[in-house]
Structure formats: C-alpha cells, structure tokens
T-cell receptor, first 117, second 115 residues
Framework: AQKITQTQPGMFVQEKEAVTLDCTYD???????LFWYKQPSSGEMIFLIY??????QNATEGRYSLNFQKARKSANLVISASQLGDSAMYFC??????????????FGAGTRLFVKA | ETGVTQTPRHLVMGMTNKKSLKCEQHLGHNAMYWYKQSAKKPLELMFVYSLEERVENNSVPSRFSPECPNSSHLFLHLHTLQPEDSALYLCASSPSWGVFTDTQYFGPGTRLTVL
C-alpha cells in the first residue's frame, strides 16, 4: 500500500481562484509530520507548509493552508487567490519513525497544477 | 548566500567518466540528504548524513559514492554510470535527522544526463 497518495495527476485553476490539492497518508505511528513542497520547472523543491500530527489547528502560511483531517488521514493543501506563478508540481510528504529507530520522509507522486489567466 | 546550493546545475557525462556533484548548505543544519528524482517516479532517498556520519544508505549501487567532509558540504562521486542513472539529483538539509518535525530544505538540483 502506498504511504502517500496524491490522486490528482493534474489540476487546472483559474487565476485568483482557490484550489485544493488532495493528499492522503497511511501510518500507524502516532508521531509524524506532514509537508507540502512546490517544484517549479526549474527543479528546486520549495518548502511550503508543515503540519504535525499533534497540532490541534490547521497550519497556514500566507496563501497556503493545510486542511488536516487526522481521522481521515488526509492533509490537503489549499492555495487561495491562485497566481500564474503557482503553476508547478506539488508534492505531499510524510515524515514518520522507522522500525529500529530514526525517521524517514516519504514523498507522494505529485500533482501538477496549471493556473490559467 | 542563500539556503542550499548545488553545483553543477547540469552535467552530461559518458559511462566511463568520473564526476562529482557538490552540495553546500548555509543554514547551520546537522543533517544532509541526497535524493534521486527520475521522470514519472516518486522522489527516492539515496543517502543521509547526520553530523557527518552516514546514517542511511538505501541500497544505492556502489557507482554512487557519497562524502560529507563537514556538516556544510556534501558530495556525490559518480563513476561508470549507466544511462538509467540520468535524473535530477537533489540535495537537502534539515536541522537534525532524528526528529519528525524537521523540515528538509532542498537545493536547485543537478540535472544529470548519462550518454
């Protein structure tokens, strides 16, 4: 079973509108972190937002917010007021403990977002 | 100097060449990572260094040899690569390795093409 699932290979959104990128995860570890990254065509992975498993409130960073539904194991990214520069690949990632110690970060397959003018 | 830098940004090499990728972080972090990103595949973790000690090697072929001389620098030495090794190689760093809250910050990547 996949640990991180991003079901939308591609998404279109009109400029200035909001868009939700889906992410579901699978873990039995009570302590984990959830991350979203943006990867423009230049290749760099840009950190956007973080949500910890014990955080009571949804994380927000400027136009980005994370809709964290722990019972459903979902961590959707919401981008408000989309801009043309938001066109990129978006990756959801989870950091969890490993058997034997240490932590690992697992990335989803990504969602490509296209913002239309 | 910002964040995490990688050089070169693009590299074309033959299968018999030896080359090295360089990564430098200016964030004061203690952990550094090499990832491979191939087309249409999820990001694959290759190596992890914590305080200059290799703590993870995810079954990477020996033609990839990492080196971490200090906590700010990470190298990936390449020799006798195969065409299927062509990919984007991303370096990342994080404050530490052993905490689930640690955020990884990435460099711009090296686009490697093996002919």
């Amino acid at each position: 079973a996949q640990k991180i699932t991003q079901t939308q290979p591609g998404m279109f959104v009109q400029e200035k509108e909001a868009v939700t990128l889906d992410c579901t995860y699978d873990t039995s570890d009570p302590s984990y972190g959830l991350f979203w990254y943006k990867q423009p065509s230049s290749g760099e992975m840009i950190f956007l937002i973080y949500q910890g498993s014990y955080d009571q409130q949804n994380a927000t960073e400027g136009r980005y917010s994370l809709n964290f539904q722990k019972a459903r194991k979902s961590a959707n990214l919401v981008i408000s007021a989309s801009q043309l520069g938001d066109s990129a690949m978006y990756f959801c990632a989870m950091r969890e403990g490993k058997k034997g110690g240490g932590f690992k970060t697992i990335f989803g397959a990504g969602t490509r977002l296209f913002v239309k003018a | 100097e910002t964040g995490v830098t990688q050089t070169p940004r693009h590299l074309v090499m033959g299968m018999t060449n030896k080359k090295s990728l360089k990564c430098e972080q200016h964030l004061g972090h203690n952990a550094m990572y090499w990832y491979k990103q191939s087309a249409k595949k999820p990001l694959e973790l290759m190596f992890v260094y914590s305080l200059e000690e290799r703590v993870e090697n995810n079954s990477v072929p020996s033609r990839f040899s990492p080196e971490c001389p200090n906590s700010s620098h990470l190298f990936l030495h390449l020799h006798t690569l195969q065409p299927e090794d062509s990919a984007l190689y991303l370096c990342a760093s994080s404050p530490s390795w052993g905490v689930f809250t640690d955020t990884q910050y990435f460099g711009p990547g090296t686009r490697l093409t093996v002919l």
